[in-house]
Each structure stands twice: as structure tokens, then as C-alpha cells.
């Protein structure tokens, strides 16, 4: 029976603050989720470009003669005499000037390419000498159609294929080796058994014996290439060996994924934090409003472990429940509209790999948190007597507050702003937990808007799209998103609780005669006076965050922030606290009036 018993008033308790219990998962739903997409932008991209020079046979390092007749055959064969040398391409490539631009031309063994294989887009490999392939378009480069007729070395060569070369990863363009300020403006690609003897050896492509698992980012990877590249030029003067490193496709992404590894640092660390807060105001106010049933169960006998529970519980489920949605959207959906912004600059592949670490670390640490504080409180409100706990709570005795101490602004104040002023500064952690809250989510959206202005800017100044400026827009637009729901769930979740507690002085309110637009705004005057002072610091918290991330990921300046990003969080966070107002009037309508008439003395 008394199982029984305790598991009704277990039920009861969600079921009466379903609201609250919703809105906690939607809260913990919203910030593991952004933890999670954010998180995985780096590693993954990291990934995805290893796997695609793996699936595509790279070359671990790439020779270059530097002589005119290129190399000969018993130079070939003493490279690939050299230890841990597993498999030699030799071939024929060099950028050439026409007229005022540049081309690049391959001279490769295409119908027996195993090395850096060529992927072909439309087409089909040359099978004459007067065919050639070309490579997609990409910055700088022509337009080619199959077919087209192109005129080279006077000689009509016809357009059979258009290939990837994954040595050409950027769609951002290709320099030119004899002038890296410009990008090519073709590549060609001939099949050189229709031109033996006719071009000399100029490059080779090597593999090697490579014990370490292969991470093309990986320092053991780079030190074990780096160190045979030595070996191979110490040889013979006359070669140059190159590593991955050299690759201007490889140093690109690195350096995206580095800087994007800073912003999936900061900005989920900064957003994980103000969830937390709202959820931990949300489960130490809750705990308090419970004062009179705690009473009641520990004069019934419950222990201090079987009361405690209840709220354990709510919080485990809540957290649990919101973290593995959080998790599953995060690494799916949300993860993938960043990642292919940064698709449509790199021809690298989607591999269908979920990357949940990241988001499972944060969840855990979040719900830990929310956990402890929870037992903190519980087991702080189980150390009264029954009989404290049976009596209602009074309210705190009113104090002057600053206001009041300036008789030309409080003389001319009405009576109903002088009641907000004094409610307001009368509970010290409920103003310093919704102010930290409304302020913490006002920063991240000021600081999505900062990011994104920048990448306006910074796009408009080159006057080119690159891959970096196309990821940060989409990870900025996707913190403006997130920030404004989370804006709106943490008011709406600070006001809800807010009229909770208060359900007895309103209905007290509406006893003496007071309408409904009376006691609204008796109850919104103060949650968006509050939500306004944590606008009014979140706007420089915003602008001081976003300086910190620009700094550490090396891109842009606070600079090119203009008055927009200013006047569009403002107006954004003061329509979150003015929409919330309207969800939630219906509630303040709803009281009873009869409670006021309810004791507990």
C-alpha cells in the first residue's frame, strides 16, 4: 500500500508539471543537439577527407625532377629500390602559359591509374590521342562540355571525359605552379601510351610500405613520410619530394578544421553553460514550490532517500530523455546542413559515420550537474522539521532598493511600478538567475550575428566564395537559430515557474478586483524588466565572445560588426520576452481565485 501510494504521488508529479518537465527536455533537447552538430564539424571533416584519399589510393609522396629530360630509368629504379617504397607511378605533368592565363597538363596512364584514381563525372576515358579528359569546374577553371573542342599545341583534341582528381580536393581553384597568384585556367589529361617516347618523365607517384595506421593528419603519419621524402632527395639533387603537407588541398582543410575545431569549442561550452543555469533554476525553484508535500511525505513516514527520489528522477528523465534526442538529431540532421555548406567547396563524399562523442561528453556533464544540484537541493529542504516545511514559506521582508533613494524618479512613479521595482530586487537569486540566463542566450545570438557579418564582409572584400567563408555562414546562421529558440524556452521556462510560485498572490490579486490585464501585467512587468537588464548585458557579453572566437580561429575582425547585429538582438530578444507574454497569459487567466482562500497553516 504504501508503495502504492508513494508511485500515485510519483505520477502525480509529472503529470501536474507536465509543462515543466516538457520544456526541461526541450531545453536539454536544444543544447546537447548544438553541442552535438558543432562538435562534430572538425572531426568529421577531418575523417571525411582521410577516407576519401584512402578510397582514392593517394600518394604518400610525390617526386619531381627539376631537369628538363626528367628522370631516368635507373633513377626510377632507384627510388623504387628504397626501403619501404612499395609501388612507383612515373608520369608527365606541368603548367604551361597561355597568353595571359595558365593551364596544367597530365600525361598519366590512365587505363592503369592506381594511384590517386581519377573519378569520372560524365564521359569515358580517351581511346585516341586526339581525346583528353578535363577536370570539373572549379574557381578559375573553364566551362567544358563532352564534346567540346578544345585547340592545344595545334591540335583539335576532343572532350571525352570530365574527371575529380583528388589531388585537386578545393573547388576554391588551383594555383598555378609558375604563378601562385592566379588559378589555372584548364587542366588536361591525355593517356600516355599514345605518347611514349614523346614527353619525358617529369613526376612519380609514390606508395609507401606505411606501418602507421593511415591519418593523413596524424603527426607519425607526416614524421614517417616527411623522413623518406629526405631520403628520396639526399639521393639525387636534382628531385624534390613532396609530402601530403605540400598538398593545397590537404593544407586547406586542415586549416578549416582547425579553425572550425576553436568554434566547436567555445560556442557549445558557451551554450551548454547557459542550459545548465536554466535548468538548475528550473529544479531548485521546483523543489522550493514543493516545500508543503516534502512536509507531508516525511510526517508520513517516507525517508529522506524515497522523497529525494522523486526529484532525482525527474531531472535523470528529463536530462535523459533531451540528450539522447539532442545526441541523435545533433550527429544526423543538424550535422549534415553544416557539413554540406562546407560540401559545396570540397569534392569530398558524405560518409554516413555518426560522430556522438562530442555530444554524449557534454550531455553527460550537463546531466551531472543537474543531477547534483538537484540532490543539493532536495536534500537541503529535507533537513527542516515537518512542521517548517507544512507552514507556508513567507515571503521576504521588503528592503529600500536603490530606486527609492531618488525621490525625483520613485515620487513620480505609479503604485504598480513601485510593487514591480520591489518584487524584483526582493528575491536576489531569482533577478541574478534569470538575468544570467536571458543574458548568457542573448550573447549567443549577438555572436551568431557577429560571426555571420563577418563572413559578409570578409566574402565581399575578396570578391570570391571560399570554403571557409561558406561553413562559418552556415554555423552562424545555425547559432542564430538555436540561440532564439533557446532564448524563448528560457523565458518562457523562467515566467512559467514564476507564475507557479505565485499562483496564490495572483488569485489574491484578482480577489481585491484586479482584471486579468491587471494581474498580467503585474506578473510581465517584471519578467521583461528582467529579461531587458540581461538584453542590455548579454549585447556586450555577445560582442566581447564573438572578439575571442575571431581571435583564436585567426578570421575577421569585431570591426566589421555594424549597428545590424546590435539592433537585430535587441529587437530579436525583446520579441522572444513579448511573444512568451502571450503564450503564457491564458495561464494567468486560469487561476482560481478560490486558492486564495487555501492555507497551509
Known sequence: MVM???????????????????????????????????????????????????????SDIIVKNKTLYGFLQEEIKEINNIEYIKDVISF?????????????????????????????????????????LVERRISGTKRHNIGDIIRYNNQDLKVVGIVINPLIMSNDGEP??????????????????????????????????????????????????????????????????????DNVGVRYLEANADKLKVISYLFPVFFIVV????????????????????????????????????????????????????VLLGSTITSDLIFNAFKVRFSIPTYNVLYMTFGIIGAIILSFIVISVTVFSSLKTLKEKPSSLLR???????????????????????????????NIF????????????VAGATALIFAGFGLYQN??????NNGSVSSMFETLSMISQVIIYFAIVLEVLVIFNLTNINISERNREIATLKVLGYKNNEVSGYIFREVFILSLIGILIGLPLGYYFVNVVLEYVEFGEVGNITYISWLSTFAISVLASLLVNLLLYRKIVKVDMNASLKTIE
Not at 455 to 460: C, P, R, Y
Open 455 to 460: 563572413t559578409v564582409a570578409l566574402k565581399g
Open 4 to 58: 502504492k501510494a508513494y508511485l500515485k504521488t510519483l505520477l502525480r508529479l509529472f503529470k501536474s508539471n507536465r509543462s515543466r518537465f516538457i520544456t526541461t527536455i526541450i531545453i536539454v533537447l536544444i543544447g546537447v543537439t548544438f553541442f552535438t552538430a558543432i562538435g562534430t564539424v572538425s572531426p568529421r571533416l577531418r575523417d571525411s577527407g582521410n577516407r576519401y584519399y584512402v578510397d582514392n589510393n593517394i
Open 426 to 437: 526582493r528575491y536576489k537569486r531569482h533577478f541574478f538567475m534569470t538575468v544570467t540566463c
Open 176 to 245: 598555378s605552379i609558375l604563378n601562385t597568384d592566379k588559378n589555372l585556367r584548364d587542366i588536361y589529361y591525355f593517356d600516355n601510351q599514345y605518347y611514349k617516347d614523346l614527353v619525358p618523365v617529369t613526376d612519380l607517384y609514390l606508395k609507401t610500405e606505411n606501418t602507421i595506421k593511415v591519418d593523413i593528419f596524424s603527426k607519425d603519419y607526416r614524421s614517417f613520410n616527411d623522413n623518406l621524402a629526405k631520403k628520396i632527395e639526399d639521393l639525387s639533387s636534382e628531385n624534390i619530394a613532396l609530402t601530403l603537407e
Open 275 to 326: 542550459v545548465v543555469l536554466v535548468v538548475l533554476t528550473t529544479m531548485t525553484r521546483f523543489v522550493d514550490e514543493e516545500r508543503s508535500l516534502i512536509g507531508c511525505l516525511k510526517t508520513l513516514g517516507y525517508s529522506n532517500f524515497a522523497i529525494s527520489t522523486r526529484y532525482i528522477l525527474f531531472a535523470i528523465l528529463g536530462c535523459l530523455i533531451g540528450s539522447v534526442g539532442g
Open 92 to 132: 608527365t605533368t606541368f603548367d604551361q602559359k597561355v597568353e595571359d592565363d595558365y593551364i596544367r597538363v597530365y600525361y598519366l596512364p590512365l587505363s592503369d591509374l592506381k594511384q590517386n584514381i581519377l573519378t569520372l563525372k560524365e564521359g569515358y576515358y580517351p581511346t585516341k590521342g586526339d581525346e583528353i
Open 392 to 422: 507556508y514559506k513567507a515571503p521576504r521582508s521588503g528592503k529600500k532598493i536603490l530606486l527609492e533613494y531618488i525621490p525625483l524618479i520613485w515620487k513620480r512613479l505609479k503604485f504598480k511600478y513601485k510593487s514591480t521595482f520591489r
